[in-house]
């Protein structure tokens, strides 16, 4: 008789009738938890498997809630649903030519400023407030090469003190942040100035040049070529300097 009231409470907890009921049903957060304080009780089965049909209702009455008002549950790893990938590509565009049809040059120039410090990081801002006095800075290659003095191909690029000296932590990724700046055309790059020859002793002794230099003698077996360059902000670069620090800046 004991088996057979068992059954009946089991089917009970998940039978097609609560599904009908009209009771408000409870917050999650309560149900969740007084669940967890009975699945630390010896006998607490028939309580579990009811908070669990009223955590159910609860669920179904949020979904139901959020159909009726149109909204759809956003995706936990952030993947965009197939149906909205392939309308995303036109949609970016019709905006940017939307955007293109101002007659405002003033916001047209604020909105394009915009969009290109949307691409730098913190670390290049770092970089761009210590250059905007105009000043000029060191900066190598080092390529290797068969013969001494010949460099043949590049093996590190637009090595820099400036980005130690604008308090840049990651300081192996200053030449990627020198190379990005120098494609958004922020930066111009000179020949070598005989002025800065100390800065130039001092950045060729730096950890990642001489690892550089390294690689090219015992992993190619080449000669290493160290040219020196000079980097400073473009006219462009000024200019956005000019309209994107604060007075006084820097």
């Known amino acids: 008789m004991a088996s057979r009231d068992y059954e009946k409470q089991r089917y009970d907890a998940f039978a097609p009738e609560f599904q009908a009921e009209d009771k408000p049903p409870l917050p999650l957060h309560l149900l969740r938890r007084t669940a967890l304080w009975l699945g630390r009780r010896p006998v607490a089965g028939i309580g579990i498997r009811?908070?669990?049909r009223a955590e159910y209702m609860?669920?179904?009455?949020l979904g139901e809630r959020l159909d009726r008002a149109g909204v759809t549950p956003a995706d936990p790893l952030g993947n965009v649903p197939a149906s909205d990938r392939s309308s995303l590509p036109a949609q970016i565009f019709a905006e940017l030519l939307d955007a293109s049809r101002g007659t405002d040059q003033e916001a047209?120039?604020?909105d394009f400023y915009v969009r290109l410090l949307r691409q730098l990081n913190p670390s290049q801002a770092r970089i761009l407030v210590l250059m905007a006095d105009g000043s000029v800075w060191?900066?190598?290659h080092v390529n290797a090469g068969m013969l001494p003095g010949v460099g043949s191909h590049r093996v590190l690029s637009y090595a820099s003190s400036v980005?130690?000296?604008a308090g840049v932590l990651l300081r192996a990724q200053v030449p990627n942040f020198i190379?990005?700046?120098f494609a958004l055309g922020l930066i111009s790059v000179g020949g070598e100035d005989s002025d800065l020859e100390p800065d130039y002793e001092i950045l060729e002794a730096d950890t990642l040049v001489r690892?550089?230099?390294a690689q090219v003698e015992t992993d190619l077996n080449q000669y290493p070529n160290i040219e020196r360059c000079t980097i400073r902000l473009s006219?462009?670069?000024?200019?956005?300097c000019d309209v994107a620090l604060p007075h006084g800046e820097p």
């Open 211 to 213: 690892d550089a230099m």
């Open 138 to 140: 060191p900066m190598v």
């Open 108 to 110: 047209i120039e604020q």
């Open 179 to 181: 190379a990005h700046m």
């Open 235 to 240: 006219e462009f670069g000024e200019a956005l």
């Open 58 to 61: 609860a669920l179904k009455g």
């Open 163 to 165: 980005g130690k000296e």
């Open 50 to 52: 009811a908070l669990r």
